[in-house]
């Protein structure tokens, strides 16, 4: 990728371990706030490290892309101008996949990094993204399994079914966490006007990201 759920719907989606690691991603839209997988803990460390260093606050949501995904941190959009391409740019490290597709998958709301098209998929280390998806049908689970070779387990696609997602992305990425408060965010940003390049021609900015206690 160039790149508040119920607690019926918690138990839906068959998560049941305890996270103890929540974000509070602020935006010129409104706030969202994020959960990070304690199973995944290179993403989960990596994510608190930058937020704890203040490297999201400025930065742009630079792909945009409604019933898909709202994309963030390449690290010259805090300055770029209109004509500026991004989503090109990253730190000089990746982190190595963590794919645990039968316990974390692209539901709507799921938090993911970005990646290139490296043979490992390690993810970007700085790029995140926000699953807004789309319902899904037995048509979107074929086509899913073409493009990953990965068989979905009934259960998710009852969620896939129920509250929409991505499920061509499992496998294919790292889901590190999920939205529990700010969906609604989302969805505003997801319909912003974008330019070709999918990114909004009003800007979209994060104005920090912080860590809560």
Known sequence: MKFKFTGLLILLCGFTQA???QAKIITNYGTIVVMLYDGTPKHRDNFMKLANAHYYDSLLFHRVINKFVIQAGDPYSKYANDTVLLGDSDLSY???AERFPDRYYHKRGALGMARDENPTKA???CQFYIVQGKIANDSTFIKAKKQSTYDIPEPHKQVYRTIGGLPHLDWRY???GEVLEGMDV???IAVVSTD???RPKKEV???SIRMIK
């Open 19 to 21: 996270q103890t690691h």
């Open 94 to 96: 990746t982190i190595p």
């Open 123 to 125: 993810s970007s280390a």
């Open 174 to 176: 790292t889901v590190f």
């Open 186 to 188: 989302v969805d505003k």
């Open 196 to 198: 070709k390049n999918d």
């Open 205 to 207: 900015r994060i104005v």
